[in-house]
């Protein structure tokens, strides 16, 4: 790592959280004592690498101007989108005028507050020399199966399927260009699948179990579970 290379975090947090069914947005729930993006934020924070961290919020989000965290200097907010690539891409153009194409950007969800730093630091050690980026992932413990109409079609095999998690790191210039040329695309629901489109292939790095993405009710006394115990 030169002492020139710079990291720039990212962070979709404009989402409505339909599947949590809470009254309000899961970001903003309660989690060991702060809301749940403090405790993502912080945690990126404490990684110590980034020169800044946009994040991307709903123009009608009354939550976030009362945490203290937005006043923090290297936390800046941009506008959200209609889905999360276009939350993300909106985060990326707010730091234009900052950023340099060949700067890395780590994309992380607001969603995912167990992220340990050391997680990060292992992810930019395995991708700092690589010419496309990749992405923090877990292989299944579980037989897979392809299902139609309810019956099983067939049996994955296991080997060749992982589960995407965030932060995901590519160059800042490559996925800005892979965003902008995928936009409105339903299939770009993390940004090595806007990549892959151009025929790039992100590196796979393992990560750790406990990175869990709060989705649904349960999902909220697993991570408090995750941080007690770390
Ligand atoms: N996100 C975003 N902008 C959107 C949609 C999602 O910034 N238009 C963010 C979410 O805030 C979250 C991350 O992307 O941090 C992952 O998305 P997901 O877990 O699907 O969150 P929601 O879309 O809020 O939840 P749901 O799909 O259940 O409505
Ligand atoms: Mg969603």
Not at 155 to 180: C, S, V
Request: negative net charge; proline residues 5%.
């Amino acid at each position: 790592m030169t002492e020139s290379t710079k990291f720039w975090g990212i962070v979709p947090a404009a989402g409505v959280g339909k599947r949590m069914q809470a009254d309000r947005p899961k970001q903003y729930l309660e989690l060991a004592g702060k809301t749940v993006i403090e405790q993502t934020l912080s945690r990126l924070l404490q990684a110590d690498v980034f020169e800044a961290i946009a994040v991307a919020i709903s123009s009608d989000d009354p939550y976030w101007p009362q945490l203290p965290i937005a006043k923090h200097e290297k936390i800046l907010a941009a506008a959200g989108g209609t889905e999360r690539a276009d939350s993300v891409l909106s985060a990326l153009k707010s730091i234009s005028g900052k950023a340099s194409d060949d700067d890395w950007v780590l994309v992380h969800d607001a969603a995912r507050p167990c992220i340990a730093a050391s997680d990060i630091h292992h992810l930019i050690a395995c991708l700092i020399h690589d010419d496309v980026g990749g992405i923090l992932a877990l292989s299944s413990h579980d037989t897979l199966k392809n299902v139609q109409d309810g019956r099983i079609a067939g049996t994955l095999d296991r080997n060749h399927i992982w589960r995407a998690l965030t932060p995901q790191m590519f160059r800042y210039g490559t996925l800005k260009t892979a965003l902008e040329e995928a936009e409105g695309n339903p299939a770009i629901t993390d940004e090595a699948s806007a990549l892959e489109l151009k025929g790039l292939q992100p590196k796979i790095v393992e990560g750790r179990p406990d990175n869990i993405k709060i989705t649904r009710p349960e999902d909220l006394s697993l991570a408090q579970f995750y941080l007690e115990q770390q």
